[in-house]
């Protein structure tokens, strides 16, 4: 399997802008997917990108994707506490999934 | 279909002991995946099928796991001789087939405790 790599943890104040990132190996993943997981929650589909994209944007979320570098980036525009949670890559090729990022969203 | 269901939600065994987790997918997905997730961690991948054929197993996972999708349709997992270690949440994912299916749908989890 092929590897997928995030930062752990990230904490932003309520309002602000976040910025996860996430780097993956496999180049033939025909989508890349961010997935939410909430304290106690399964986890949720939260957007995905087409490799053949560099951008998506969906209401407060853009995803970025740079294939050449294999970075993968979501950004959450006007962070709210409730986007509190565990953020994961992952790739479709395989299906491997990053160790999230856990995002903090302090008032 | 409402989704991928697994049973049971909850299993408490004693250490030595066998479990068996089951996973029924979305119909007509083929494709089916097991992962294990712990506390902190992101979702661990065991082992993925197509259709009956299981096509991966991870190398971490050690011989007393075993998994089946014997018709292609719900899948088992087995634990034989329980470890402390295997205490996780088992996770089970379908997909369909078709570059159309973006999105694995993921059923709620075993949660396994073995004391």
């Known amino acids: 399997g092929e590897d997928v790599e995030q930062s752990l943890f990230l904490s932003v104040r309520e309002g602000d802008s976040s910025v996860i990132n996430c780097t993956y190996t496999?180049?033939?993943?025909?989508?890349l997917y961010w997935y939410k997981q909430e304290p106690g929650a399964g986890l949720q589909l939260l957007t995905y990108?087409?490799?053949?994209?560099d951008m998506k944007q969906d209401q407060r979320l853009t995803v970025l994707l740079n294939k050449k570098d294999k970075h993968l980036s979501l950004r959450i525009a006007d962070t709210q506490t409730g986007d509190s949670a565990i953020y994961f890559c992952?790739?479709?090729?395989?299906?491997?999934f990053g160790a999230g990022t856990r995002l903090t969203v302090k008032p | 279909d409402t989704g991928v269901s697994q049973d049971p939600r909850h299993k408490i065994t004693k250490r030595g002991q066998n479990v068996t987790f089951r996973c029924d997918p979305i119909s007509e997905h083929n494709r089916l995946y097991w992962y294990r997730q712990t506390l902190g961690q992101g979702p661990e991948f065991l082992t993925y099928?197509?259709?009956?054929?299981?096509?991966?197993k991870s190398r971490l996972l050690s011989d007393r796991f075993s998994a089946e999708r014997p018709k292609g349709s719900f899948s088992t997992l087995e634990i034989q001789r329980t470890e402390q270690g295997d205490s996780a949440m088992y996770l089970c994912a379908s997909l369909g087939a078709g570059a159309m299916n973006t999105e694995a749908f993921f059923g709620q989890g075993t949660r396994l405790t073995v004391v």
């Open positions: 496999d180049s033939s993943s025909t989508y």
């Open positions: 990108i087409f490799s053949n994209m």
């Open positions: 099928f197509q259709n009956e054929a299981q096509l991966e």
């Open positions: 992952a790739e479709s090729n395989d299906m491997r």
